[in-house]
């Protein structure tokens, strides 16, 4: 699979899994604060992600 398509598809769904969280969960919150958890979820979401692809991939070797 192209790695490029792997890293786009993380990419996207880290942001949206993000926005979503915040749009849902913090609707109150200031600006700066949901800039804040945006970018602490959003690097949350890729970890999680490339923890869960390594995984996979290490398992089917």
């Given amino acids: 699979m192209n790695y490029a398509l792997i890293g786009s598809i993380i990419l996207l769904v880290a942001t949206l899994g993000s926005w979503l969280l915040l749009k849902f969960k913090y ?19 890729n970890f999680i992600q490339l923890i869960g692809l390594a995984l996979v991939y290490q398992l089917s070797r």
């Fill in 27 to 45: 609707g109150d919150k200031s600006k700066q604060v949901k800039w804040a958890l945006f970018v602490l979820y959003f690097w949350l979401f």
